[in-house]
């Protein structure tokens, strides 16, 4: 994987705007093909500004993008025919009807009209009901398929899509994570950015963690899993304590459920997880054990975890 | 060249006139019948004629700048202002499309409706007086010219105006007023010797009197000078869209 030529290339990516607000702070990111990449991040983070200059709806203030080899600036063209986006906002003229406005944006991309082609989409966007319908007359979800729609109307090969799940129901979700799946099933990238990291943890390859304007972290999902990932073990005592032992204070233990849980927090990429001289502790203490179980920590937690390291 | 993409915003703009076809062509043409009434038969008939043309005749030129300045200046600032104002206009941006194909789409789409107001309210005006085009040609070239140039100031505005205020602040603070005053109703003849001069000032006046003059071969300023005047707005405009597009004016932060 790691030898797949990159679709997307950026290099010291960085962009002020014009009131000083400085959105990115020169991001290096090499973006697979093939690959879904979830960018995570909490609001403000520069996540929209980063697609929209890769894009080409702002410019950069230092740094370069390449699309398929192509620099987004000198050969636009090229690099923006290759590419879909689905905003983050439901934006959609509202005196328009669906099919008309999805047969435009195809247009809009070079593309000749192609009757058979737009009618499939809409079906496996459960649209084709709705072709002759005013966008307005929409409803929220709706209109969110009308973007996918409109994005995927010229056969883009690399799919951005900004918040995808924001205010979309469970069905919707359902069905656009099998429009993703199908597309990466052809070849196409798909780069989303979220801030449900669920979504992240369902569907990508990698994951980056972008805050402030920077990339903090860029790994497998595995991967960043296991070297982030902290291990719980709860411990269900027989008998309730009032308090942590003395003798136990060294393992930061955290008393729960009336004192009849502890909870041991560890990192799993230590060698030594400090498990066994633990439960060495609580027999010495005087603690019988009832149960154990150990659980990783979520991808959000990790996120937490970066986001929080790097304030 | 996206020829498709050109195609496919000038289709879309004219769907959104079918769709307001009350609006874009019926108000306009309604406007025109009842200028026809007032100033062309009730004040008309106390006026013999201007420069031996039936008064009548004589502001058919007028009203159909009078309209076609307007609705080009709206038809194109609208086009383009809306998108911006909705936030559709990100699929423009991020599509492979220079600006010159933008602008082709939408100038092209707004001045093509005007084109067909301007004919219509030629039309209407053949119910009302007895008209004859002197020069067939320079009437055309006038009319084609026109509807392109506001076109194209329209789309500036567009671009420029952030809020719907600004949006209507030049057409109705600037070019109503130099439309009436330019000579829309009358001949600057009429006017007292000052504010002759003072009208000179105003570039609509060369249109109007350059359109007329291919109408009936009478006009206030001479038919050459008012071509130079407005190939130097058509000029202009081309030079202040390139400048907004070359600089991301208000579309590319």
Redesign the interface.
């Known amino acids: 994987m790691d030898n797949a030529k990159p679709i997307v290339s950026i290099r010291g990516l960085a962009k002020t705007y014009a009131g000083g607000h400085q959105a990115l702070k020169g991001i290096d990111l090499d973006i697979r093909e093939g690959e879904i990449l979830a960018l995570l991040g909490p609001n403000g983070a520069g996540k929209t500004t980063l697609i929209s200059l890769i894009c080409g709806l702002v410019s950069p203030s230092a740094g370069t993008v390449t699309v398929a080899g192509h620099d987004i600036i000198k050969d636009y063209r090229k690099t923006r025919e290759l590419i879909g986006l689905v905003p983050q906002e439901l934006t959609l003229g509202a005196f328009e009807k669906v099919g008309n406005t999805v047969l435009f944006s195809r247009g809009l991309y070079g593309k000749a009209p192609n009757a058979a082609f737009i009618d499939d989409l809409l079906a496996e966007l459960s649209l084709s009901d709705k072709k002759d319908n005013m966008v307005q007359q929409l409803s929220g979800g709706m209109k969110r398929r009308v973007l996918i729609a409109k994005a995927l109307s010229h056969e883009p090969r690399v799919l951005f899509l900004d918040e995808p799940t924001a205010g979309v129901d469970v069905e919707l979700r359902k069905d656009m994570w099998a429009i993703v799946e199908r597309l990466r099933q052809s070849g196409v990238t798909i780069i989303l950015t979220t801030h449900y990291i669920e979504e992240a943890e369902e569907i990508a390859d990698r994951v980056g963690v972008i805050s402030g304007g920077e990339l903090l972290e860029l790994e497998d999902k595995s991967t960043l899993m296991a070297k982030l990932g902290k291990k719980q073990l709860v411990i269900e005592l027989k008998n309730a304590v009032d308090t942590v032992p003395e003798q136990l204070s060294e393992y930061g233990l955290e008393l729960s459920a009336n004192g009849s849980k502890l909870t041991y927090t560890f990192d799993a990429r230590q060698e030594r997880t400090g498990m066994t001289a633990l439960l060495t502790s609580l027999s010495q203490a005087g603690l019988a054990v009832k149960d154990l179980n150990t659980s990783q920590s979520s991808l959000e937690d990790i996120f937490v975890d970066i986001v929080k390291a790097d304030a | 060249m ?1 020829t ?2 050109v ?3 000038y ?2 703009e004219m ?2 006139t079918r ?2 076809l009350l609006q874009s062509i019926a108000t306009p043409v309604i406007s025109t019948a009842l200028y026809f009434v007032v100033f062309g038969s009730a004040i008309g008939s106390r006026i013999q004629s201007v420069n031996d043309v039936p008064y009548g005749a004589f502001i058919v030129p007028g009203l159909m700048m009078l309209s076609i300045l307007t609705q080009s200046i709206s038809n194109a600032s609208f086009g383009i202002f ?2 911006k104002f ?3 206009i ?9 600006f010159l194909e933008i602008l082709l789409g939408y100038v092209g789409a707004a001045a093509t409706k005007s084109m067909i107001l301007g004919v219509l309210i030629l039309i209407t005006a053949t119910f009302f007086v007895d008209l004859r085009i002197a020069h067939p040609f320079w009437m055309l070239s006038f009319f084609l010219l026109t509807c392109i140039s506001f076109s194209l100031f329209g789309f500036i505005i567009g671009l420029w105006a952030d809020n719907f205020e600004k949006l209507q602040l030049i057409p109705s603070l600037v070019i109503t007023p130099l439309v009436f005053l330019g000579g829309s109703f009358y001949s600057i003849d009429m006017l007292p010797e000052f504010w002759q001069k003072v009208s000179l000032f105003n570039p609509v006046l060369y249109l109007i009197s350059g359109f007329r003059w291919s109408f009936f071969e009478v006009s206030d300023v001479s038919m050459g000078f008012s071509l130079a005047m407005i190939l130097l707005f058509l000029l202009t405009c081309i030079v202040v869209v390139g400048v907004m597009f070359r600089t ?1 004016y208000k579309l ?2």
Do not use: D, H, L, Q
């Open positions: 996206n498709e993409a195609k496919a915003i289709r879309a769907r959104r769709n307001t809306f998108p909705t936030g559709t990100y699929e423009v941006m991020s599509a492979p499309i220079s991301g590319k932060p």
